[in-house]
């Protein structure tokens, strides 16, 4: 199996920055894309950013020029930094991985889901 764990959010002011983390850890052969959702109440999830390998990055228009994404493929970790926050920005952030990971010796392709940090902009 695979874990995908979150971490970094919390409440902050509009204006005000926050940093997500996101380490995936488990039977992983490799990672393709990493990236980030996000989902507010009563909403669809909503592609935020991805980064395939170690330098194509897509950022979702709402977000360019105030979020940037970064990603260490030696720790399996992806970054969020998130700058001139909203409160339209307010929802759960959640990171995936897809890849390939092993089970008693087989390979399957994968695509997991953190459990989602919350993210709180106040006006």
């Known amino acids: 199996q695979v874990q995908l764990v979150e971490s970094g959010g919390g409440l902050v002011q509009a204006g005000g920055s926050l940093r997500l983390s996101c380490a995936a850890s488990g039977n992983i052969v490799g990672i393709n894309v990493m990236g980030w959702s996000r989902q507010n109440r009563g909403k669809q999830r909503e592609v935020v950013a991805t980064m395939t390998g170690e330098s194509d990055r897509n950022l979702a228009d709402p977000v360019k020029g105030r979020f940037t994404v970064a990603r260490d493929v030696t720790k399996n970790t992806v970054y969020l930094s998130m700058n001139s926050l909203k409160p339209e920005d307010t929802a759960v952030y959640y990171c995936?991985?897809?890849?390939?990971?092993?089970?008693?010796?087989?390979?399957?392709?994968?695509?997991?889901w953190g459990k989602g940090t919350l993210v709180t902009v106040s006006s």
């Open positions: 995936n991985a897809a890849g390939i990971t092993t089970i008693s010796g087989h390979y399957y392709g994968m695509n997991f």
